[in-house]
C-alpha cells in the first residue's frame, strides 16, 4: 500500500486542513456581510453583481463535487460521507450548496484519524480528499474571489476615496489569492513521485511572482470597468470562448465524461481570464509564452482605452484617486516584473525531476481503480 500512495499526510496538511475549514466558514460570513453592507448602503447594483459572482461559482462548485461523488470508480470516502450517501443525501446536499462543506467533513474526519496513527491506506485517502478540495478552491478563487476583488477595486475608482480600510481588504485579496495558488502547486507536487518537494524559498518565489502578475491584470480589469462598463461583458465573453477554445486544442484529458470535461475546459478559460494555469503534459515554456504575450497585449489595450475615455475626457472633472500616470508605468511595470521573477523561478528554484501538472490517469478520481 505504500507504493500505491507516493505521499504521506504530515502534520503540516492537517493544520492546513483545520485552518481552510476554518476559512471557509469565514469566507461565508464576509460574503454575507458584504451583501448586507451594500444593501445598506443603497449599492444595489454591486449587491446584484457580488449575489450573482457568489451563487455562480458556488454552483460551479456543487456541479464539480457532484461530478466526482459520482464517478462509480470512487470508493474513497470517510465515515460521515458513507452516511450521508446510505441515507440518499448526497445529491440533496449538493443542491443546497452543501457539498463542499461536506468535503471539508470528511477532511476534518480524517485529519482527527491521524492523531490515532491511522495507516498508510486511509493517510492516502486523505491526500486524495485533500487535493479535491484544493482544486475546488482554485475553481473559487477565480470564479469569486478575483472577479470580486475587480468589483471592490471598481467601487474605489468610483468613490474617489483612498480610505486606508479599503486598500487594506485589496491588498489582503490580492495576498490571499497568491497564497492559494501557491498552496494549491505545493499540494500538488504530493502526487508526483519522483518531484522533489517545494521548499520556502522556492515557495516565497513561486508566491511573488504570481502576486506581481494577478495584481496587474486586476487593476487594468478594473480600471477598464470603471471607464467603459457596458464592454466588460463583452470582453470577458469573446476572451473566455478563445481561451475555452486554446484548452481543448490541447487535448485536456482531466475528466471522466465528456460533458465534464468541457465544463473543466471553460473553467480552466475562466482562469486563463486572470491567471496562467498549466493543464497540459509536455514542456510549458511555448504556451506560457504565447499566453503572457497575450495577457501583456490585451492589459495594454484595456489601459489604453481607459486612458482615452477616462483620463483625458474627464480627469479635469472626477480625477482619479491616483495619478493616471503613475498607474500607465505602474501596471506593465509589474507585470514585466512578475515576468522576470517567474523565469527566475523556473530556471533556480523550480525542482526539475518532473512536471507538477496531473493526468487524467493519475489523478486522484483515477487511481482507485486500480487499488
Request: hydrophobic share 50%; glycine share 6%; net charge neutral.
Given at each position: 500500500?505504500?507504493?500505491?500512495?507516493?505521499?504521506?499526510l504530515?502534520?503540516?496538511?492537517?493544520?492546513?486542513?483545520?485552518?481552510?475549514?476554518?476559512?471557509?466558514?469565514l469566507?461565508?460570513?464576509?460574503?454575507?456581510w458584504?451583501?448586507?453592507?451594500l444593501?445598506?448602503?443603497?449599492?444595489?447594483?454591486?449587491?446584484?453583481?457580488?449575489?450573482?459572482?457568489?451563487?455562480?461559482?458556488?454552483?460551479?462548485l456543487?456541479?464539480?463535487s457532484?461530478?466526482w461523488?459520482?464517478?462509480?470508480?470512487?470508493?474513497?470516502?470517510?465515515?460521515?460521507?458513507?452516511?450521508?450517501?446510505?441515507?440518499?443525501?448526497?445529491?440533496?446536499?449538493?443542491?443546497?450548496?452543501?457539498?463542499?462543506?461536506?468535503?471539508?467533513?470528511?477532511?476534518?474526519?480524517?485529519?482527527?484519524?491521524?492523531?490515532?496513527?491511522?495507516?498508510?491506506?486511509?493517510?492516502?485517502?486523505?491526500?486524495?480528499?485533500?487535493?479535491?478540495?484544493?482544486?475546488?478552491?482554485?475553481?473559487?478563487?477565480?470564479?469569486?474571489?478575483?472577479?470580486?476583488?475587480?468589483?471592490?477595486?471598481?467601487?474605489?475608482?468610483?468613490?474617489?476615496?483612498?480610505?486606508?480600510?479599503?486598500v487594506a481588504?485589496?491588498?489582503?485579496?490580492?495576498?490571499?489569492?497568491?497564497?492559494?495558488?501557491?498552496?494549491?502547486?505545493?499540494?500538488?507536487?504530493?502526487?508526483?513521485?519522483?518531484?522533489?518537494?517545494?521548499?520556502?524559498?522556492?515557495?516565497?518565489?513561486?508566491?511573488l511572482?504570481?502576486?506581481?502578475?494577478?495584481?496587474?491584470?486586476?487593476?487594468?480589469?478594473?480600471?477598464?470597468?470603471?471607464a467603459?462598463?457596458?464592454?466588460?461583458?463583452?470582453h470577458?465573453?469573446?476572451?473566455?470562448?478563445?481561451?475555452?477554445?486554446?484548452?481543448?486544442?490541447?487535448?485536456?484529458?482531466?475528466?471522466?465524461?465528456?460533458?465534464g470535461?468541457?465544463?473543466?475546459?471553460?473553467?480552466?478559460?475562466?482562469?486563463?481570464?486572470?491567471?496562467?494555469?498549466n493543464?497540459?503534459?509536455?514542456?510549458?515554456?511555448?504556451?506560457?509564452?504565447?499566453?503572457?504575450?497575450?495577457?501583456?497585449?490585451?492589459?495594454?489595450?484595456?489601459?489604453?482605452?481607459?486612458?482615452?475615455?477616462?483620463?483625458?475626457?474627464?480627469?479635469?472633472?472626477?480625477?482619479?484617486?491616483?495619478?493616471?500616470?503613475?498607474?500607465?508605468?505602474?501596471?506593465?511595470?509589474?507585470?514585466?516584473?512578475?515576468?522576470?521573477?517567474?523565469?527566475?523561478y523556473?530556471?533556480?528554484?523550480?525542482?526539475?525531476?518532473?512536471?507538477?501538472?496531473?493526468?487524467?490517469?493519475?489523478?486522484?478520481?483515477?487511481?482507485?481503480?486500480?487499488?
Amino acid at each position: 500500500m505504500e507504493e500505491i500512495f507516493p505521499f504521506d499526510l504530515v502534520k503540516s496538511d492537517i493544520v492546513f486542513s483545520f485552518l481552510g475549514f476554518v476559512v471557509f466558514l469565514l469566507d461565508i460570513a464576509l460574503d454575507v456581510w458584504a451583501v448586507v453592507s451594500l444593501y445598506q448602503e443603497g449599492s444595489y447594483i454591486s449587491m446584484s453583481l457580488l449575489i450573482f459572482l457568489l451563487l455562480g461559482s458556488s454552483a460551479l462548485l456543487q456541479v464539480f463535487s457532484w461530478i466526482w461523488y459520482s464517478d462509480p470508480s470512487v470508493t474513497l470516502e470517510t465515515s460521515i460521507e458513507k452516511s450521508v450517501r446510505r441515507h440518499g443525501l448526497l445529491g440533496l446536499l449538493h443542491v443546497f450548496q452543501l457539498g463542499v462543506l461536506l468535503r471539508c467533513a470528511g477532511v476534518m474526519e480524517i485529519s482527527i484519524c491521524k492523531l490515532k496513527q491511522i495507516d498508510s491506506f486511509r493517510r492516502g485517502v486523505a491526500g486524495f480528499l485533500i487535493y479535491d478540495l484544493n482544486m475546488l478552491r482554485l475553481m473559487e478563487t477565480f470564479s469569486e474571489s478575483v472577479p470580486q476583488l475587480v468589483l471592490m477595486i471598481h467601487t474605489l475608482i468610483q468613490e474617489q476615496d483612498l480610505r486606508l480600510v479599503s486598500v487594506a481588504k485589496i491588498v489582503g485579496c490580492f495576498l490571499a489569492i497568491a497564497w492559494n495558488m501557491t498552496f494549491y502547486h505545493r499540494s500538488m507536487r504530493k502526487f508526483i513521485p519522483e518531484a522533489s518537494k517545494m521548499g520556502w524559498l522556492s515557495s516565497v518565489v513561486y508566491f511573488l511572482w504570481n502576486l506581481l502578475l494577478i495584481v496587474p491584470r486586476v487593476v487594468s480589469l478594473a480600471l477598464f470597468a470603471s471607464a467603459l462598463p457596458c464592454y466588460v461583458a463583452v470582453h470577458f465573453l469573446c476572451l473566455w470562448i478563445l481561451l475555452t477554445l486554446w484548452a481543448w486544442w490541447q487535448n485536456t484529458d482531466f475528466m471522466d465524461s465528456k460533458g465534464g470535461e468541457w465544463l473543466y475546459r471553460a473553467t480552466v478559460g475562466l482562469i486563463w481570464y486572470f491567471s496562467w494555469f498549466n493543464v497540459a503534459q509536455g514542456g510549458t515554456k511555448l504556451r506560457s509564452g504565447v499566453y503572457h504575450l497575450f495577457m501583456g497585449l490585451d492589459m495594454t489595450l484595456l489601459l489604453v482605452l481607459w486612458w482615452c475615455m477616462q483620463c483625458v475626457e474627464s480627469a479635469r472633472q472626477n480625477p482619479p484617486p491616483l495619478s493616471p500616470y503613475v498607474l500607465l508605468g505602474a501596471v506593465p511595470a509589474l507585470y514585466i516584473v512578475g515576468i522576470l521573477l517567474k523565469l527566475v523561478y523556473y530556471s533556480k528554484c523550480h525542482p526539475k525531476q518532473a512536471s507538477v501538472e496531473i493526468r487524467k490517469a493519475e489523478s486522484p478520481r483515477a487511481m482507485p481503480e486500480s487499488l
